[in-house]
């Protein structure tokens, strides 16, 4: 069965320092991986996927993530934050079967202090 | 970039009545649907995925005589809540993919308040 882990529940950078959120993933093939973020009352939003092409994977607003099969890791990083990065980021990794549905991680809330 | 829209974006509503919560896709043709949960500060947990014209899916220990999904056209979804409670109070989100396992885009979500 496939799932990710989400290392870190809160996460807390300053205001143009790099951002790391941590995610593992455990899949019994190659998996297609997601981040999403979720800004306060408003709909998620796709920042990137990784479908088994190229390992590092650039998103939008200057996020990125490679995919590290040895580590089984899937890390989202950003070198400089911005105030508005702040938000809750999820790690997603795709089912099994047919359907395609998502399997979520506990989410990570990313705090940017001024 | 696709668009999925759902109504009403929040309820609320008094125990025992039943709520229906719209999902579209406005700009494309959604062969199926997918209903989330989130309980507040808690991950998304998948309820029940819907393919348009057949019964939808449900995933374990959710009620499907509780939470009924209709998915008649290729660009609407329903949800309804019957015979609410405030445990069911919650944030439920929606999302739409085309034909396929293709990448799912999220509606904004309707917060429901059972009193």
């Known amino acids: 069965a496939q799932s990710v882990t989400q290392l870190d529940s809160h996460v807390s950078v300053s205001e143009g320092t790099p951002v790391l959120l941590r995610c593992n993933y455990s899949?019994?093939?190659?998996?297609?991986l997601f981040w999403y973020v979720q800004h306060p009352n408003k709909g998620l939003q796709l920042l990137l996927k990784?479908?088994?092409?190229?390992?590092l994977v650039k998103g939008i607003n200057g996020f990125e993530a490679e995919f590290k099969k040895s580590e089984t890791s899937f890390h989202l990083t950003k070198p400089s934050a911005h105030m508005s990065d702040a938000a809750e980021y999820f790690c997603?990794?795709?089912?099994?079967?047919?359907?395609?549905?998502?399997?979520f991680g506990k989410g990570t809330k990313l705090s940017v202090k001024p | 970039g696709a668009v999925v829209s759902q109504h009403p974006s929040r309820v609320i509503c008094k125990s025992g009545t039943s709520v229906k919560i719209e999902c579209r896709s406005l700009?494309?043709?959604?062969?199926?649907m997918f209903w989330y949960r989130q309980f507040p500060k808690q991950s998304l947990m998948l309820m029940a995925t819907?393919?348009?014209?057949?019964?939808?899916?449900?995933e374990q220990g959710v009620e499907k005589d509780k939470f009924l999904i209709n998915h008649a056209s290729l660009t609407l979804s329903t949800l309804t809540v019957t015979s609410a409670h405030p445990e069911d109070s919650s944030f439920y989100i929606c999302?739409?993919?085309?034909?396929?396992?293709?990448?799912?885009?999220f509606g904004p979500g309707t917060r429901l308040t059972v009193t």
């Open positions: 999302s739409a993919s085309g034909v396929g396992p293709y990448e799912q885009y």
């Open positions: 899949s019994s093939y190659s998996p297609s």
């Open positions: 990784y479908t088994s092409a190229a390992t």
């Open positions: 997603v990794v795709r089912g099994g079967g047919s359907q395609g549905n998502l399997i």
């Open positions: 700009d494309f043709q959604a062969t199926t």
């Open positions: 819907s393919n348009e014209g057949s019964k939808a899916t449900y």
